[in-house]
């Protein structure tokens, strides 16, 4: 077996994954390598939302009785967690959403409804970058539309890095907002915070951050990030699905308007007006996802018990290792950076010219779930000149027997396909 330094001792921290134990076509043994489009989930989590939903499911807050006190401490419990988890100033500035695409919404809507001076018009301009998620593009095209407000983005480099060159000519006195991921999905690429963050606040803009990738891999601290809003989501880390987090600063959140009108996100309501309630609460219309919050600060739990630090420093070796023998594979081209430096967990690539769906439809066939297409990624695969491309991505369980299983099914690709 490939010992490498850093590396936690998986075979301890997988005996708490069950679906890792999976055999599949044929008595195969699972190889999950598509962590970054949702890891998997710890028995620590199942049995905390088993336990929520046997013992204490009720509605929150408004309820005296004893299992919606229980479940309100639960949930607002989580929030403590999921603040400590990020170094938030107040638990209040944490937001609980259905995923981060929903989080980012909710601040393009805000700010598309906001008075001064935050209000986005037609008058101002929105910037962003090529190696967006989906998510981190749309909401924003949607924003430019309705207000006429421009967009604007940084484009790529060769080697899959955001191009800064002509910062000051992108981030602008007209600029009112800069959203862009710390991860790429993609490319694997981690940005360059500090630089972006210092332009857009030398202008005043407001900085959105996407840290789907980076919250679940990395020691995350909003405050050292100096952005004004972080998104992020809990199935990518070990949580369960239909959960996301916002955070944003608490004198932003007091003055934006809600996205969503409905119970609980109020103060007072007549026939003729109505007033909110302070945030978190005015952003958390309607009732909210209390089970999935619950286990989102499961999986904070189970995180932080293991280490952030040590989980980065784990997944940086195997990242590392992938490269070098991915780089190895004949035909065999990598879509981002080719180092492990300044990278995250996911790796993306071609090889020759096989279609990506056949490679994970090849791979798959030998147990190895990796992801294919453009990774709701699509600007990148047309900056690149390709349709699309195979992920491979990794997380706290990961090994490097797994990263030889990857080559060798690899080999089978292109064995099979001559």
């Not at 991921?181 to 360059?192: A, E, F, Q, R, Y």
């Not at 963050?197 to 909003?222: F, Y």
């Not at 994970?360 to 990796?370: F, K, S």
Request: net charge negative; charged share 20%; with cysteine.
């Amino acid at each position: 077996m490939t010992q490498l330094p850093g590396l936690l001792d998986t075979e301890a921290i997988r005996k708490d994954f069950p679906i890792l134990d999976r055999l599949v076509h044929d008595g195969k043994k699972l190889v999950y390598l598509d962590n970054a489009a949702t890891s998997q989930t710890p028995r620590q989590v199942l049995d905390v939302l088993s336990e929520y939903y046997e013992v204490h499911n009720a509605n929150v807050h408004r309820g005296v009785h004893v299992l919606a006190e229980e479940a309100t401490a639960l949930y607002e419990g989580a929030r403590d967690k999921v603040a400590a988890f990020i170094n938030a100033p107040s638990r209040d500035e944490v937001i609980f959403t259905k995923n981060a695409s929903e989080s980012l919404n909710l601040v393009a809507n805000m700010l598309g409804w906001a008075d001064e001076p935050y209000r986005v018009d037609s008058d101002t301009e929105i910037v962003i970058t090529e190696m967006e998620h989906h998510s981190n593009i749309v909401p924003w095209q949607l924003l430019s539309q309705r207000t006429g407000a421009k967009l604007k983005w940084f484009g790529l480099t060769d080697d899959g890095r955001l191009d800064l060159s002509n910062i000051d000519e992108i981030i602008t006195e007209k600029t009112k907002v800069v959203s862009f991921v710390l991860v790429s999905n993609i490319l694997g690429t981690v940005n360059p915070v500090e630089a972006i963050v210092r332009r857009a606040q030398q202008v005043g803009a407001l900085v959105v951050i996407d840290a789907s990738q980076a919250a679940p891999h990395m020691t995350m601290d909003v405050q050292a990030l100096q952005a004004d809003f972080v998104a992020f989501t809990g199935h990518k880390m070990c949580g369960p699905t239909g959960i996301g987090v916002l955070w944003g600063r608490q004198e932003l959140l007091e003055d934006l308007p809600p996205f969503l009108g409905g119970g609980e996100m109020i103060e007072t309501v007549s026939m003729h007006s109505s007033t909110y309630a302070p945030a978190p609460h005015k952003f958390e219309a309607g009732t909210p996802p209390i089970a999935q919050a619950v286990g989102l600060g499961a999986a904070v739990d189970y995180l932080t018990s293991i280490g952030m630090d040590n989980i980065a420093r784990h997944e940086h070796a195997v990242t590392e290792y992938a490269v070098r023998r991915l780089l190895e594979v004949p035909d065999l081209r990598i879509i981002g950076p080719t180092t492990a430096e300044d990278r995250g967990a996911a790796i993306s690539f071609t090889l020759g010219d096989i279609h990506p769906h056949d490679v994970g439809q090849v791979l798959d066939e030998e147990g190895i779930a990796v992801r294919v297409g453009h990774h709701c990624a699509r600007p990148v695969c047309l900056r690149y000149g390709i349709p699309a491309t195979t992920r491979a991505s990794f997380y706290l369980y990961s090994t490097p027997a797994e990263v030889d299983a990857l080559v060798e099914g690899l080999e089978h690709v292109r064995n099979f396909f001559g």
